[in-house]
T-cell receptor, first 115, second 114 residues
């Protein structure tokens, strides 16, 4: 059974700092990994999608890497801003024991960027 | 750009009642997903459809059913509602065939069961 863990669970940084969020998964047989942000009570906004054959993806101040063999992904946020404050979730798409495709979300990292 | 549309945005039901949630995917997206997110929890995958056929099944209770129609919109039917069904229900869509399979989420339906 795929398990996805995110560390740290919460993070508070001063504005302008660079930071790294971690995502670990137990089953490396994945199709892709996607990073999202979620504001309180709101929907999920897609940030970056990394296919299983890719090593990293970049969008603006965000860079996500994937090391499938070790079951790890990192989301790097450069020059953090107060508007980056949100919960960040990683989601892994793979197969479950029944051969069905399944998306498993991590536990999330709640980020607060202090002005 | 068009996004995923969900309706209603809020729904209040009594125990043992039935609820129907609707999802309209992004045009040309061929896959629809349903998720349940309880308070303070991460989203749990319920079920997905690819080209109007059920493709994958997650932790969807037997009291729930879903289908995708010819116009690609999807409905999640929930019967014999329980207090524990109170949650945010998200629909997402993606372009699996010929696309990157990136999921885009709707704003969610907040279901409260009293």
């Amino acid at each position: 059974k795929q398990e996805v863990t995110q560390i740290p669970a919460a993070l508070s940084v001063p504005e302008g700092e660079n930071l790294v969020l971690n995502c670990s998964f137990t089953d490396s047989a994945i199709y892709n990994l996607q990073w999202f942000r979620q504001d309180p009570g709101k929907g999920l906004t897609s940030l970056l999608l990394i296919q299983s054959s890719q090593r990293e993806q970049t969008s603006g101040r965000l860079n996500a890497s994937l090391d499938k063999s070790s079951g790890r992904s990192t989301l790097y946020i450069a020059a953090s801003q107060p508007g980056d404050s949100a919960t960040y979730l990683c989601a892994v798409k793979g197969l479950d024991s029944g051969g069905y495709q399944k998306v498993t979300f991590g536990t999330g990292t709640k980020l607060q960027v202090i002005p | 750009a068009a996004g995923v549309i969900q309706s209603p945005r809020h729904l209040i039901k009594e125990k043992r009642e039935t609820a129907t949630l609707k999802c309209y995917p992004i045009p040309r997206h061929d896959t629809v997903y349903w998720y349940q997110q309880g308070p303070g929890q991460d989203p749990q995958f319920l079920i997905s459809f690819y080209e109007k056929m059920q493709s994958d099944k997650g932790s969807i209770p037997d009291r729930f059913s879903a289908q995708q129609f010819s116009d690609y919109h999807s409905e999640l039917n929930m019967s014999s509602l329980e207090l524990g069904d109170s949650a945010l229900y998200f629909c997402a869509s993606s372009e699996t065939s010929g696309g990157a399979d990136e999921q885009f989420f709707g704003p969610g339906t907040r279901l409260t069961v009293l």
